[in-house]
């Protein structure tokens, strides 16, 4: 079975360019979260979505960043315009309701 | 400027010997809880959850007490392996909230 397949798996790009992230959540799944890891912060919820609809974005750090799921089976995540300090690994996950969420390997990100 | 990052517990064991991760979660509210692996470059693997009115679970080599008392998680892992060396992490949150909040880790390492 394929599991949450985020795209790309590593990204370089220099600050103030745009940036997104991708996710195809598990088939059937209907919670999908987006996560920040880094060093000084540990694994953060930036943004979760319930059938496609944003449930809570608190985590969201600034407008800078945007996350959009326009259909049950994609979502971006998007930073513009992208700062160093974005540098971190991204990760998506998935869950049926409000069960075991299943993380994808990563897009390990590095602004310049 | 020198950056400071999270320090994490670290816990080293040999081979063939039996693992204890400890976790102090935050929330008396917090009803589920789950334990996370997380090996170099991937994404967070589930391992094993519990719900707050049972006290202890099984899995293969692994078990997770919850002492809600305290409210204290731990993962205890039989005959560990050298692929168990990881990071573990626990994580809390109340059934139909659908968020997880995540501690901050403690890394396992395994001499062969």
């Known amino acids: 079975d394929a599991g949450v397949i985020q795209s790309p798996r590593h990204e370089v790009t220099e600050m103030g360019q745009e940036v997104t992230l991708r996710c195809k959540p598990i088939?059937?799944?209907?919670?999908l979260f987006w996560y920040r890891q880094t060093m000084m912060r540990g694994l953060e919820l930036l943004i979760y979505?319930?059938?496609?609809?944003?449930?809570?974005d608190s985590g969201m750090p600034e407008d800078r960043f945007s996350a959009k799921m326009p259909n049950a089976s994609f979502s971006t995540l998007k930073i513009q315009p992208s700062e160093p300090r974005d540098s971190a690994v991204y990760f998506c996950?998935?869950?049926?309701?409000?069960?075991?969420?299943?993380f994808g390997a990563g897009t390990r990100l590095s602004v310049l | 400027g020198e950056s400071v990052g999270l320090h994490l517990p670290t816990l080293s064991v040999q081979e063939g010997d039996n693992s204890i991760i400890n976790c102090a979660y935050s929330?008396?509210?917090?009803?589920?809880f789950i334990w996370y692996k997380q090996e170099s470059g991937k994404g967070p693997q589930f391992i094993i959850d519990?719900?707050?009115?049972?006290d202890k679970r099984q899995g293969q080599r692994v078990t997770v007490l919850l002492n809600k008392t305290v409210k204290h998680l731990s993962l205890q892992i039989a005959a560990t392996q050298p692929g168990d060396s990881a990071v573990y992490f626990c994580?809390?949150?109340?059934?139909?909230?659908?968020?997880?909040?995540f501690g901050q880790g403690t890394i396992l390492t395994v001499h062969p």
């Open positions: 994580a809390e949150t109340y059934l139909r909230y659908g968020k997880l909040t």
């Open positions: 979505f319930n059938n496609n609809v944003p449930i809570d």
């Open positions: 929330n008396s509210a917090s009803d589920y």
């Open positions: 088939s059937g799944h209907d919670y």
């Open positions: 519990i719900r707050s009115n049972m």
């Open positions: 996950a998935s869950s049926l309701q409000e069960n075991i969420q299943y």
